[in-house]
Structure formats: structure tokens, C-alpha cells
């Protein structure tokens, strides 16, 4: 990082004798408010009547109260900023394992899905019905992820469309998971909102 980025950064504030730099915006307040309190003490131990301390002393609740609404203020700030940037590394972190996965396992399922060649070995194909699942399964993820409100159904259309578009749109596919679901009923639950999941990826962009 750029040292003068940095340096710009900085206050000229000091914590103590030995010039240790404030961490962060409440030290920074924290430390003017003790040299408020010597300024009050100070002025106090000046003051001739109690009538002068009196009216000095509202004067100081305001500022603090002041004091302590910026504060509030800028901790729910920093709060939420960071709150906005932990979410959007998860949505990140969770989006690039999807996508490392499906490009390990399943790169010949999708080049024979994208050629629209016979697909699963029943059929002449060179595809297994264990790593057409294995696909599925991977792609169905997104829609996990989704659910769970770690990703957003803009984020799945951009980085995994295609993988969903490329089987709604082949007949091979199609009845492959239309055939397991009818099958298999914990299937029918997970892959019957393939086609669905598609549908709101169009409709989101």
C-alpha cells in the first residue's frame, strides 16, 4: 500500500509520552475528551462563584452529549461497512469454490452438453449417469447458496447460467432428470427446481 495514503491517514494525536498513535475514530474521541475534562478542571478550580461553575458545566453536558452522538453515529457506520464487506467476501469465496469445483469435475459434461452430443452411455454417449449427477449436484449448489442468502440471484446468473441453460436446453438432459426424479423421491425435491431456478435467473437479469 502507498506509504503517503497511509501517512494521510494518520493523526497528529497523542496517546502518551512514548507518541503512540490512535488506533481508530473512538480512541481519537476518547482522547479529546480527557483533555476536555482537564480543560473542565482547570477552569473549575479558575472559577470565583458557583453561579460561573454552573454555567460552564451545561455548557460541557452539551458538548459531551454532542461528542457522544458522533460516536454512536460513526461505530454503527463502521459497523455496517463491515458487516457489507464480510458478506460480500463469503458471496465471493462461496462463488469461486462452485465454479473451481464444476471446472475440475465436470469439464467433459458440460463440453459434450455445449457440442449437444448423445449424452449419458445408455444412449451412445460418453457420460455416466454418476457424473451427470455429479454435475447436477454441483450446479444445484448454486441454488443452495442462493437460498441460504449467501450469493443473490444476480450474482448465480452471471457466474453459472450457462451451466443451468445448457441442460434445460438439451432433450437428453431433461429426460434424464425428469426419469430420476420420478424414481427417486428425495430427487424429486433437489432437482425439480432446476428448470425453476433457471426461470428466476432469466426473470432476475
Known amino acids: 500500500m502507498n506509504n503517503n495514503f497511509i501517512e494521510s491517514r494518520e493523526t497528529d494525536v497523542k496517546l502518551d509520552e512514548n507518541n503512540k498513535q490512535p488506533k481508530n475514530i473512538s480512541e481519537v474521541v476518547d482522547i479529546k475528551i480527557g483533555e476536555l475534562n482537564s480543560i473542565v478542571k482547570n477552569y473549575s478550580d479558575s472559577c470565583v462563584t ?114 443451468f441453460d445448457i441442460v434445460v436446453n438439451n432433450n437428453e438432459a431433461m429426460g434424464y432428470i425428469k426419469k430420476i426424479r420420478s424414481n427417486n423421491t428425495s430427487s424429486q425435491d433437489f432437482y425439480g427446481g432446476f428448470e425453476e431456478f433457471w426461470n428466476r435467473m432469466k426473470k432476475g437479469n
Not at 69 to 87: E, K, M, P, R, W
Not at 99 to 108: N, V, Y
Open 50 to 163: 458557583s453561579s460561573e461553575k454552573g454555567k460552564y458545566f451545561t455548557v460541557i453536558v452539551i458538548i459531551f452529549s454532542f461528542i457522544q452522538l458522533i460516536v454512536a453515529g460513526l461505530s454503527f457506520y463502521s459497523s455496517h461497512q463491515t458487516n457489507d464487506f464480510s458478506q460480500k467476501s463469503r458471496a465471493f469465496d462461496t462463488l469461486t469454490k462452485i465454479e473451481d469445483r464444476i471446472k475440475d469435475r465436470d469439464a467433459k459434461v458440460i463440453s459434450v452438453l455445449e457440442k449437444n452430443e448423445p449424452l449419458l452411455t445408455e444412449n451412445k454417449g460418453m457420460i455416466t449417469d454418476e457424473e451427470f449427477e455429479n454435475y447436477l449436484d454441483d450446479v444445484m449448489s448454486v441454488q443452495l447458496a442462493e437460498e441460504e442468502k449467501i450469493i443473490n440471484i444476480s450474482q448465480a446468473y452471471t457466474w453459472f447460467f450457462n451451466d
